[in-house]
């Protein structure tokens, strides 16, 4: 909830622009980098958090499968945080908020496809791609990349589809991996 409540807020305080100057290779100086971007991490960090924290012998034990209960809380997650985004759009009238929700969508994909080789530490990914994002994808004029997938509009046809993907991935690794990596 804390972490819902954080997400709510920076998307909230920084759909307008708000934005601070960082370091970009293409640009060979630095380029205003919104804050939008980084909304997403405590989001996805917090779903690792949760996943990562269990009780093995009640789950060995479980009749229900814990496989599918941590597919739709990461299903849960992120169509929250979707939908977080929408609203701040359409009360603010921003349409920078709403791909919040795609890129938090695609942070917490590439996070659980990584999951069962780097376990834990599997976290750092999503700040990671924002930074590899910002050092290396950002130009100094025009839209990033579309390898980058994030920076994009909600609607941009590329960046959705690698969101859908890696989405996919990650929820189809963590169905087969849930609870015995870690």
Same mark, same amino acid.
């Given at each position: 909830?804390?972490?819902?409540? *954080?997400?709510?807020?920076?998307?909230?305080? $920084?759909?307008? %622009?708000?934005? +601070?100057? !960082? @370091? &970009?290779?293409?640009? =060979?100086?630095?380029?205003?980098?919104?804050?939008?971007?980084?909304?997403?991490?405590?989001?996805?960090?917090?779903?690792?958090?949760?996943?990562?924290?269990?009780?093995?012998?009640?789950?060995?034990?479980?009749?229900?499968?814990?496989?599918?209960?941590?597919?739709?809380? *990461?299903?849960?997650?992120?169509?929250?945080? $979707?939908?977080? %985004?929408?609203? +701040?759009? !359409? @009360? &603010?009238?921003?349409? =920078?908020?709403?791909?919040?929700?795609?890129?938090?969508?695609?942070?917490?994909?590439?996070?659980?496809?990584?999951?069962?080789?780097?376990?834990?530490?599997?976290?750092?990914?999503?700040?990671?791609?924002?930074?590899?994002?910002?050092?290396?994808?950002?130009?100094?004029?025009?839209?990033?990349?579309?390898?980058?997938?994030?920076?994009?509009?909600?609607?941009?046809?590329?960046?959705?589809?690698?969101?859908?993907?890696?989405?996919?991935?990650?929820?189809?690794?963590?169905?087969?991996?849930?609870?015995?990596?870690?």
């Amino acid at each position: 909830m804390p972490a819902l409540a *954080a997400f709510t807020a920076l998307v909230t305080l $920084s759909h307008a %622009g708000t934005s +601070v100057p !960082l @370091l &970009s290779f293409p640009a =060979a100086g630095t380029v205003p980098v919104p804050l939008l971007l980084f909304t997403p991490v405590p989001v996805v960090a917090t779903l690792v958090w949760c996943l990562d924290n269990r009780l093995p012998e009640a789950e060995a034990s479980a009749v229900r499968s814990t496989a599918v209960a941590d597919t739709a809380l *990461a299903v849960a997650v992120c169509a929250v945080a $979707s939908g977080v %985004g929408a609203a +701040v759009a !359409l @009360l &603010s009238g921003s349409t =920078a908020a709403v791909a919040t929700g795609r890129d938090t969508a695609f942070l917490a994909g590439i996070v659980l496809c990584l999951r069962p080789p780097a376990g834990q530490a599997a976290v750092l990914a999503a700040p990671a791609w924002l930074f590899v994002v910002v050092f290396f994808g950002l130009p100094s004029a025009g839209p990033p990349p579309v390898w980058t997938v994030v920076g994009h509009s909600a609607a941009a046809p590329i960046p959705l589809t690698a969101t859908l993907l890696a989405f996919v991935a990650g929820l189809s690794v963590l169905a087969r991996s849930s609870r015995t990596s870690v």
